[in-house]
């Protein structure tokens, strides 16, 4: 393989902290496996016995088998290891004092896309704070951003706006992986957790996930391909609309519609403002379960056609201040609660700021379109310090 994970650098070579634990916890879900699809909790236990003696389980489970945001579940045993499962998307986000009693150590393997409003980060960080309070260390088992670690998009979150798809000042799309971003969390927060990363081999920052050799393995249920996962830095705005953002079908995120939009009217609008790297064309869907169940939705299919060039956030800016401009009455936004903010409007949570819903709304013009999908000149040598790679 061109890069080995870190995952797989612990099995080949255990660390010292891992050495030496008694008894440690693993946060992970069904996609956190090796190059030959075997499971992380199975590899840990076969090679260190006996010392892995918690589950932890991000939003959807552990086998990815809830589907729909706000679909918690529910804690459990592992049927063959025979150790607990403690659901961090359940009655409660973070790990309790009780479900960390007697583990030294928390390894954490789990697949990021690179996209602050995916939850896998701020499960992280709860795990980072209640770690730092009973003063266990963490060991991130690192794996890529599946698109590079060289582009970051979007302005820093608003504190104001915090909420669980974003809790830290980072930009939408941050170009960091997963370890780096739990170690940049940690100090934007103040958190004083004892965070390390168990470093990939081979993995450069140009790389997008087809360049490392590996399968795609969806992290959720709703990015089953690696196209999805380019287009959701900006496509996952869609969740804060009436807008179906495609689930419901089997390519979320990389079409979305609506009964009443026509594609044909949005195109000439949306197309002149320079959409580089990305193709888009007409489709109609018809969602299985969620918005517009049963219904036959008119819209678009993104297809990215050049990865360097194509910036997701500031397509799908394009698209939504089309659509408003072209439907005003019928698109709407989506109304709380949603991802436990019960008063804040989710597409605010999403963007982390209100500007970007009143750009979109009308006020102010087209041209500003490139501020707000830009990130900050500030940002990567703000975070130069956390980077491993």
């Not at 061109?2 to 070579?13: M, N, Q, R, S």
């Not at 959409?275 to 379960?289: D, I, Q």
């Amino acid at each position: 393989m061109k890069v080995t994970l870190g995952l797989e650098a612990l099995l080949e070579d255990p660390p010292a902290i891992v050495r030496e634990s008694r008894a440690f916890g693993l946060l992970c879900n069904q996609a956190s496996v090796d190059w030959q699809f075997k499971h992380a909790a199975d590899l840990i236990h076969a090679r260190v016995p006996g010392k892995l003696r918690t589950l932890f389980s991000p939003q959807h489970g552990l086998w990815s088998a809830q589907q729909d945001n706000m679909i918690e579940t529910g804690h459990t045993t592992h049927p063959r290891l025979g150790i607990r499962v403690e659901s961090l998307y359940s009655e409660t986000r973070r790990p309790t004092q009780q479900m960390l009693e007697g583990l030294d150590l928390l390894l954490i393997d789990l697949q990021d896309v690179g996209t602050r409003v995916y939850t896998w980060i701020w499960t992280v960080v709860h795990c980072l704070e209640a770690c730092a309070q009973k003063g266990i260390p963490v060991l991130v088992l690192d794996r890529p951003n599946p698109i590079g670690g060289t582009v970051a998009e979007g302005p820093l979150l608003d504190r104001a706006f915090s909420s669980f798809v974003g809790m830290a000042p980072i930009p939408m799309r941050h170009g960091l992986t997963l370890g780096e971003l739990a170690r940049c969390c940690n100090d934007l927060l103040g958190i004083g957790c004892d965070v390390r990363i168990h470093s990939m081999r081979g993995w450069t920052r140009t790389m997008l996930w087809p360049d490392t050799g590996r399968a795609w393995l969806p992290p959720s249920p709703n990015l089953p391909r690696f196209e999805g996962v380019l287009v959701y830095p900006g496509q996952v705005l869609l969740e804060g609309t009436n807008l179906s953002e495609g689930r419901g079908t089997t390519t979320p995120f990389e079409q979305f519609g609506a009964p009443w939009l026509d594609p044909w009217q949005l195109l000439p609008l949306v197309w002149p403002r320079s959409l580089a790297g990305v193709t888009v064309r007409p489709v109609e869907f018809e969602p299985t379960f969620h918005k517009f169940h049963a219904q036959a939705c008119r819209g678009l299919w993104l297809h990215p056609t050049d990865a360097a060039t194509f910036r997701p956030l500031r397509t799908t800016l394009a698209l939504l201040r089309g659509v408003k401009e072209l439907w005003p009455s019928e698109s709407q936004w989506r109304k709380p609660p949603y991802e436990y903010e019960n008063d804040l409007m989710p597409i605010d949570i999403l963007c982390g700021n209100s500007a970007t819903r009143e750009w979109i709304d009308g006020q102010g013009p087209w041209n500003r379109l490139d501020e707000l999908a830009a990130a900050p000149d500030g940002w990567w040598p703000s975070v130069r310090k956390f980077l491993a790679y």
